[in-house]
Every structure is written in structure tokens, then in C-alpha cells.
């Protein structure tokens, strides 16, 4: 059901690779709602994805950019602005890759020159992409920028890898960056801490699965799907929420305030042994299988 909450406004969507991706659900609510937008992804992601069809189905372009490479976002920026016929009014930064984890790195053995990698997808590309903007002067007042995150930036969660370091500084530079854009020009930059959501991302995380049945367990709400992050999404695009800055706003269900469940301990209940194929009543862990 749509209540135009962003009509005649323009946008940015960074990530929408197919219709699993929580980028491909916002993009979709956002037209919904009434707004105009452009596609970014790599040339490697709009090649392999359905990015361009996407673009056409809503009628707009799908602008190849490396949100690493600043002049690729400069090039991004200013098209979108001829493109829309104006300013940007949102963006949505839903990037993240970790070469070590593809590559079944331990946290205690990474690469380092992959852990570069990880940290300037996943969180510098956030900081490179409000640099620009800024400097172009490319969103509108009372603009709205959300960076998509997860609780890993606060906690530790097993197989999440050098992730979760990415999530804590993409969460820092919302809050750095987010003073300096709202006491300028009032735009407002936040970060959504989503559910496990099933995406071809997030299931490149070792124990994906298990993870996600723990935290629906864990959750009194459940897990929120991708749809539902969508439906957040746009909220924080519209003008009802045009003081909140500089915040990580947990969309989980729950799940992060939550120690135990009666789900989680009448499951934990049930076998306390290993879950591999030796039955024996010890630490997973000490099969050393990360």
C-alpha cells in the first residue's frame, strides 16, 4: 500500500544486484512511494546481476561505479543529478564483500591485504561516497542517507569474520560524518542494523543458516525479512523522521536486546553434544573447522 511518502523525491541506490537483495526490495518500495532514483553497482555486478533490468522496469539508468574509486562516485553523482533533473534527496549504501571470507580466511590468520579490501568496500566506500556528495553539494536539506549494517559491529558473532570490524567503522563514520553533514546542511546519515537476511552476500557467511534459525529463536519478533527492511528504509527517507541523525537503529525483531530465549534454551535443551558426526558431548569448537 503506497502513502507517497516520497513523492518528487530523487534518490541513490547503491547494491541492488537481483531481487534477493535488500537494495532491489528498497528500490522497489521507493517507487512505490512516489521517488525517482538511479542504480549503481561495479561493472562486474551490472554485468552478472539484473541490475539493468531493474533500471528499466522503473524506467531509469543503472550508472556503472566502484564506490572505492572516487572519481567513478564523482562521475555517479553528478549523472544522477542530470539524470533526476536535481539534487539527490536519499542514498542507500548497501555494499559489503570480504575477500577473507570467500576465501575461508580465520579471523586470526587474515590476509591483510584482503582485510584492506574488506574495510574500504564495506565501510570506506560509505565515507568516499558522503565525501563527494558534500563537495558537490549534491543532497537537498533535510536529505537522508542510510548505510546498511549488522550487530557483529557490537558484538561477536562466530564465522562474521573480519565483517564485523567493516560494520563497526562503517557505523563510526555515520556518526563523524553525520555531525558534520547535519550541522551544514541538515542531512541526516544513519545505519540500519538488519536481521541475518538471506542475500547472496549474507549467505557467504560461514554457519549462515544456523545463524539464521538462532536468531529467529532468539528474536520476539522474529527476524525482519528484506522486505521489511525496505519498509524501514523508506521511512527513514520520508520527512517523518527529520531529526533522527547519527544513529544505529537496530532492526532485528529484538534480537539485540535479548540474552536468552525460550526458543533458543528449549533448543539448546534438546542436545548439548557436538553437532558434527562424532556425537560427543564437546565444544564444536575444538574440531577447529572455521
Same mark, same amino acid.
Given at each position: 500500500?503506497?502513502?507517497?511518502?516520497?513523492?518528487?523525491?530523487?534518490?541513490?541506490?547503491?547494491?541492488?544486484?537481483? #531481487? $534477493?537483495?535488500?537494495a532491489?526490495?528498497?528500490? $522497489?518500495?521507493a517507487?512505490?512511494?512516489?521517488? #525517482?532514483?538511479?542504480?549503481?553497482?561495479?561493472?562486474?555486478?551490472?554485468?552478472?546481476?539484473?541490475?539493468a533490468?531493474?533500471?528499466?522496469?522503473?524506467?531509469?539508468?543503472?550508472? $556503472?561505479? @566502484?564506490?572505492?574509486?572516487?572519481?567513478?562516485? $564523482?562521475?555517479?553523482?553528478?549523472?544522477?543529478?542530470?539524470?533526476?533533473? /536535481?539534487?539527490?534527496?536519499?542514498?542507500?549504501?548497501?555494499? /559489503?564483500m570480504?575477500?577473507?571470507?570467500?576465501?575461508?580466511?580465520?579471523?586470526?590468520?587474515? @590476509? =591483510?591485504?584482503?582485510?584492506?579490501?574488506?574495510l574500504?568496500?564495506?565501510?570506506?566506500?560509505?565515507?568516499?561516497v558522503?565525501?563527494?556528495?558534500?563537495?558537490?553539494?549534491?543532497?537537498?536539506?533535510?536529505?537522508?542517507?542510510?548505510?546498511?549494517?549488522?550487530?557483529?559491529?557490537?558484538?561477536?558473532?562466530?564465522?562474521?569474520? @573480519?565483517?564485523?570490524?567493516?560494520?563497526?567503522?562503517? +557505523?563510526?563514520?555515520?556518526?563523524?560524518?553525520? =555531525?558534520?553533514?547535519?550541522?551544514?546542511?541538515?542531512?541526516?546519515?544513519? #545505519?540500519?542494523?538488519?536481521?541475518?537476511?538471506?542475500?547472496?552476500? /549474507?549467505?557467504?557467511?560461514?554457519?549462515f543458516d544456523?545463524?539464521?534459525? *538462532?536468531?529467529?529463536?532468539?528474536?520476539?519478533?522474529?527476524?525482519?525479512?528484506?522486505?521489511? &527492511?525496505?519498509?524501514?528504509?523508506?521511512?527513514?527517507?520520508?520527512?517523518?523522521?527529520?531529526k533522527?541523525?547519527?544513529?544505529?537503529?537496530?532492526?532485528?525483531?529484538? *534480537?539485540?536486546?535479548?540474552?536468552?530465549?525460550?526458543?533458543?534454551? #528449549?533448543? =539448546?535443551?534438546k542436545?548439548?553434544?557436538? @553437532?558434527?558426526? &562424532?556425537?560427543?558431548?564437546?565444544?564444536? +569448537?575444538?574440531?577447529? =573447522?572455521?
Amino acid at each position: 500500500m503506497s502513502h507517497q511518502l516520497l513523492k518528487g523525491k530523487r534518490g541513490i541506490i547503491f547494491g541492488a544486484l537481483n #531481487t $534477493e537483495s535488500i537494495a532491489w526490495k528498497v528500490a $522497489e518500495r521507493a517507487h512505490e512511494e512516489g521517488a #525517482t532514483f538511479t542504480l549503481t553497482n561495479t561493472a562486474v555486478a551490472l554485468r552478472m546481476g539484473d541490475t539493468a533490468k531493474l533500471a528499466e522496469k522503473f524506467n531509469t539508468i543503472a550508472i $556503472e561505479a @566502484d564506490a572505492t574509486n572516487v572519481q567513478d562516485l $564523482e562521475n555517479l553523482v553528478v549523472k544522477s543529478m542530470d539524470h533526476l533533473g /536535481g539534487k539527490i534527496d536519499f542514498v542507500l549504501h548497501s555494499i /559489503g564483500m570480504s575477500p577473507n571470507v570467500r576465501k575461508g580466511r580465520h579471523y586470526s590468520d587474515l @590476509d =591483510y591485504n584482503m582485510l584492506e579490501k574488506t574495510l574500504d568496500i564495506s565501510a570506506v566506500s560509505f565515507h568516499k561516497v558522503l565525501q563527494v556528495a558534500r563537495k558537490l553539494d549534491a543532497i537537498n536539506e533535510w536529505g537522508s542517507v542510510v548505510a546498511l549494517s549488522y550487530v557483529a559491529a557490537q558484538r561477536t558473532f562466530y564465522g562474521y569474520n @573480519d565483517m564485523a570490524d567493516a560494520k563497526a567503522l562503517l +557505523e563510526s563514520i555515520a556518526r563523524s560524518f553525520g =555531525y558534520i553533514y547535519g550541522r551544514e546542511r541538515r542531512v541526516r546519515i544513519n #545505519t540500519i542494523s538488519q536481521s541475518p537476511t538471506i542475500t547472496t552476500a /549474507g549467505s557467504g557467511v560461514k554457519g549462515f543458516d544456523r545463524l539464521l534459525d *538462532f536468531a529467529d529463536r532468539m528474536s520476539p519478533l522474529g527476524n525482519a525479512s528484506g522486505d521489511e &527492511c525496505a519498509d524501514y528504509c523508506i521511512t527513514l527517507f520520508s520527512d517523518l523522521t527529520k531529526k533522527v541523525t547519527m544513529q544505529n537503529l537496530f532492526h532485528d525483531g529484538g *534480537f539485540s536486546s535479548m540474552g536468552m530465549s525460550l526458543k533458543a534454551l #528449549t533448543q =539448546y535443551e534438546k542436545g548439548l553434544g557436538c @553437532d558434527c558426526e &562424532c556425537g560427543d558431548a564437546h565444544d564444536p +569448537e575444538d574440531h577447529r =573447522y572455521d
